[in-house]
């Protein structure tokens, strides 16, 4: 493996090793698995869970590690060409090449820029950044993808023996004040398809799946053996899930536009989760979401601190998922 960017580059038979890795680590602790060994954590954008999970993730093998993040470094330009006249100090074209050479693996996280769909779709970031960097390179969430929190998400499954071929996945929009990126709504059904679920993207007019998106997942889909649907109608979604995997996106209809985005979330209150939702679910379906999440807007406090809520194991396996990225990485050379 030489690098981790995207669930597209690995069969779902890799992905099910990665899971199977990560609960091996989980259950027979290795903490001399990479003596010596440095990882660099490049933070363009905040994080609590993603910078945490590494560092300590990273310890437990017996590693080390360094983090660039917002604010305690200077702000990095990554376009080509452009006169940095602006806040950022540092190039990329300098920056991951030196930083490079102090570890023996990167992760990057690039947030979305959220004003030109096309553009996000092509994610920048790590387009200018790729050839630069001599190391493993690890995607700690870019503009359309979050593949770290979708293999801690597979695990969750599997370790709720959630169905795999024939479990119902709901991806549903939910309420929240701001356009967010579609990074893990992207990401979620991706992984979802790949590990063969019945994948029900639920969403309001006007929030529906880029084209580009939905391909990615159908594709996921095919090689799985899931299959995706989307719809805003919650009746139907919900019939016999398993699964309602919350989170909010920018309205893709009105991309970049505030404006526009604001009167068509303004109409949309009803899509916090609430336990009401889960009425035509399977009985045992559980509540998962990324964090962070916004109480009494995403979701109730009753569904998130109720029974169903998984919320807190997924935030534990992103460790697990993330160490068994890294000894994959950097344990195991050349394969
Ligand atoms: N889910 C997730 O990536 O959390 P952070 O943004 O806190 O890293």
């Not at 199977?20 to 954590?41: C, I, N, Q, T």
């Not at 693996?105 to 004003?115: C, E, P, T, V």
């Not at 406090?301 to 169903?308: A, D, H, M």
Request: hydrophobic share 45%; with cysteine.
């Amino acid at each position: 493996m030489k690098d981790f960017l995207d669930l597209a580059d690995f069969t779902p038979t890799a992905i099910r090793e990665l899971v199977s890795l990560a609960g091996r680590l989980e259950r027979r602790p290795e903490p001399s698995a990479l003596p010596g060994k440095v990882l660099g954590l490049v933070f363009m954008n905040p994080s609590l869970r993603t910078l945490a999970s590494f560092q300590a993730g990273m310890a437990r093998l017996g590693g080390s590690s360094f983090v660039i993040s917002p604010g305690s470094s200077w702000k990095l330009e990554y376009r080509a060409g452009v006169p940095m006249t602006g806040d950022a100090a540092e190039h990329v074209r300098e920056a991951i090449p030196v930083l490079a050479s102090y570890a023996d693996a990167l992760g990057i996280r690039a947030f979305a820029g959220g004003q030109d769909l096309e553009n996000d779709l092509g994610e920048p970031v790590f387009s200018a950044i790729r050839g630069l960097c001599p190391v493993p390179l690890i995607n700690m969430e870019s503009a359309v993808n979050h593949p770290c929190q979708a293999l801690a998400d597979w695990k969750t499954m599997d370790d709720l023996r959630t169905p795999a071929q024939g479990g119902r996945f709901v991806l549903s929009w939910a309420n929240h004040p701001r356009p967010l990126p579609l990074a893990v709504p992207a990401s979620a059904a991706q992984m979802a398809a790949m590990r063969g679920m019945d994948v029900r993207i639920l969403r309001p007019p006007g929030f529906e799946f880029p084209g580009p998106i939905m391909d990615r997942v159908k594709a996921a889909a095919a090689t799985g053996g899931g299959s995706v649907t989307e719809t805003a109608r919650r009746e139907e979604a919900m019939d016999g899930a398993h699964v309602v995997y919350a989170k909010s996106w920018g309205s893709t209809r009105a991309y970049g536009d505030a404006a526009e985005d604001q009167r068509l979330r303004a109409a949309l209150a009803e899509w916090t989760v609430e336990e009401d939702w889960f009425g035509p679910a399977d009985p045992g379906c559980v509540f998962m979401h990324c964090l962070p999440v916004r109480r009494e807007v995403v979701v109730t406090s009753e569904v998130l601190e109720g029974p169903r809520s998984r919320v807190i194991l997924q935030a534990r396996n992103r460790m697990y998922a993330q160490m068994a990225v890294l000894y994959r990485l950097l344990a195991e050379k050349g394969d």
